[in-house]
């Protein structure tokens, strides 16, 4: 499951990085309060890639994704991406458990 979601996050990183460039040209926001907001949330994607086995991790990706749907107010093309990105985000943690369970079984029956 980490390396399912750590990929997912690191394509976030990169999203918000260009997200914020467009949003430079199209919102009426500040260079600095874009790039402040930008900032926080690709530095919260690195962080997360080291959270995603401890406690609260994975909420906090989902708190990030909805941040990620609702920067569709700056950049309309965000809520198209921040509902892609959701999707993964999910697909990620339900077959990063499968895995996970699958692997413990076999591990289970090469011991036994």
Do not use: N, Y
Not at 3 to 26: D, H, P, R
Not at 86 to 97: D, E, N, Q
């Amino acid at each position: 499951m980490r390396t399912l979601c750590s990929s997912t996050l690191i394509g976030e990183f990169f999203v918000i990085g260009f997200a914020g460039l467009v949003a430079m040209q199209l919102s009426d926001h500040s260079t600095a309060t874009v790039w402040t907001v930008c900032g926080i949330a690709m530095a919260l994607c690195l962080l997360l890639c080291g959270m995603i086995g401890r406690r609260g991790g994975l909420e906090l990706g989902w708190a990030l994704q909805g941040g990620l749907i609702l920067s569709g107010f700056v950049v309309p093309t965000m809520f198209f991406l921040g509902a892609v990105f959701a999707g993964l985000w999910w697909a990620s943690i339900h077959f990063g458990r499968k895995i996970e369970e699958a692997k413990a079984r076999f591990a289970a029956a090469q011991a036994g």
